[in-house]
């Protein structure tokens, strides 16, 4: 697992390169929008990577509520905190994006009002596990994390059933792009998949030693404290 | 172009940002082991 983890990164740190290639050279240069269409390669397949990850924090928390399994707790908060930084990407890019385009930032319509919603579950989520010491803690947020899931697909399907100032889906139903982009919008999402798992396993690691580091600590403590008396 | 240049730059910079905590943390508790390890 050592030798396979830089040997991983390697092959990611490629194919992000490649990726940011074909966004910024060989994808089409779209005739409305123009250049700026190009940061579609990075705003969309950060939504994207957050969902999934989302999603793995979904499937984490019902683990861990029905085995009380740590490991599946660990795997969840860990999900959770990287698929915040991909969402965080997408509302950032987002706004950028809709500047040059729309005119304005920023509008409180259905699909970008439910993102930020979505986002700032994540963040109370992360903030739960962060300040609060009980040990009904993983349980609280394991439902928390299961309440922010089930929002996911209210942001995915919103521009399907609302009229919103955010574009109609450019892949599945309605979608009509054009087969080079969606081809190079594949490589990119690849790219940060392969990216966000990457990321995880570093900070799946991380979290371990912080486990084992914390109840060292407590057991520590433990013993002085009968020492003492 | 400064848009797109823009949006490019402020996701590598929210994921190095994510990073460098990330690092940060994990040299955080290698001091608290190694302080664990001298007591």
Not at chain 1, 180 to 190: D, G, P, Y
Not at chain 2, 5 to 13: E, M
Request: with cysteine; proline share 4%.
């Amino acid at each position: 697992m050592k030798r396979a983890f830089p040997i991983f990164a390697l092959i990611t740190a490629g194919l992000l390169s490649f990726a940011l290639y074909q966004a910024l050279v060989v994808a089409p240069t779209e005739q409305t929008m123009g250049d700026v269409q190009r940061i579609f390669y990075y705003h969309v397949p950060s939504a994207w990577t957050a969902f999934i990850l989302f999603f793995t924090n979904l499937v984490a928390s019902i683990v861990y509520l029905v085995r009380r399994n740590l490991k599946a707790d660990a795997v969840a908060v860990v999900s959770a905190e990287v698929g915040l930084v991909f969402l965080t990407v997408n509302l950032v890019t987002g706004p950028i994006w809709a500047r040059p385009v729309w005119g304005i930032w920023w509008t409180w319509d259905w699909r970008l009002t439910s993102t930020l919603g979505v986002w700032v579950i994540y963040v109370s989520y992360l903030m739960l596990r962060r300040f609060s010491a009980s040990t009904q803690t993983p349980v609280l947020a394991s439902v928390m994390g299961i309440f922010g899931a089930a929002c996911v697909p209210f942001v995915y399907f919103s521009i399907w059933y609302f009229r919103t100032q955010h574009p109609s889906p450019v892949i599945g139903r309605g979608g009509e792009l054009d087969p080079r982009m969606a081809h190079v919008l594949l490589i990119n999402w690849l790219a940060f998949s392969c990216f966000a798992f990457l990321v995880c396993w570093s900070r799946y690691r991380l979290e371990r030693v912080r486990r084992e580091v914390e109840e060292t600590q407590a057991l520590e403590a433990l013993l002085e404290t009968r020492s003492v008396r | 172009m400064k848009y797109l240049y823009a949006a490019y730059a402020a996701t590598w910079l929210i994921h190095i940002g994510y990073l460098s905590s990330l690092v940060a943390r994990y040299r955080r508790l290698q001091r608290e082991i190694e302080e664990a390890r001298k007591k």
